[in-house]
């Protein structure tokens, strides 16, 4: 188990210390959820441990037990936020100005061998949500299509072996 000097959030492969890239959405999504977390329902859940100890025999008393587990959980979570926002370096996408090549917060349409296109956004790992098409920008498929510009071909590599497509667009907000 990591102890609190060590960097338990580092990505494997990734140098440490390495910048968590995100979109001023997703900074602002991290910011409310500490909010929320920290301010809203740990004052709740102190509350109920609170009110729950006062009872007496707290072994057998499962919101005491449910509690503390609870703000064990929160505790955590408050404590990863607050590395990641302190290590992100937010990368506003509308600020490109070489729209010409795929950066970070580029949305990509690239084309398959049988003809099928997809739509990819890059984006920051914590924001990254694959059924909505957006992808970590550590993800393989974006590390492939980074810097590449219309009409270039880039090998993807997936478990069935590789596969070329041809980056058909990219846009910016």
């Not at 449910?66 to 590395?83: A, N, W």
């Amino acid at each position: 188990m990591a102890t609190d000097d060590e960097d338990e959030d580092d990505i494997p492969g990734l140098p440490p210390n390495t910048p968590f890239y995100m979109t001023p959405e997703g900074h602002r999504a991290m910011r409310d959820e500490l909010h929320a977390l920290w301010s809203v329902e740990r004052p709740k859940v102190v509350e109920i441990v609170s009110w729950a100890a006062g009872l007496g025999d707290r072994s057998e008393n499962a919101d005491y037990q449910y509690g503390k587990k609870r703000l064990r959980e929160i505790d955590r979570r408050v404590r990863f936020i607050r590395k990641r926002l302190d290590r992100a370096e937010v990368v506003d996408p509308a600020a490109q100005t070489r729209r010409d090549q795929v950066f970070f917060g580029a949305t990509v349409t690239y084309v398959h061998e049988d003809d099928r296109e997809v739509t990819v956004t890059i984006v920051g790992a914590e924001e990254a949500d694959a059924g909505q098409g957006r992808i970590s920008w550590l993800s393989p498929v974006a590390r492939s299509l980074l810097g590449k510009r219309v009409g270039d071909v880039v090998r993807l590599r997936k478990p069935g072996g590789a596969e070329e497509v041809e980056v058909l667009r990219i846009a910016y907000p």
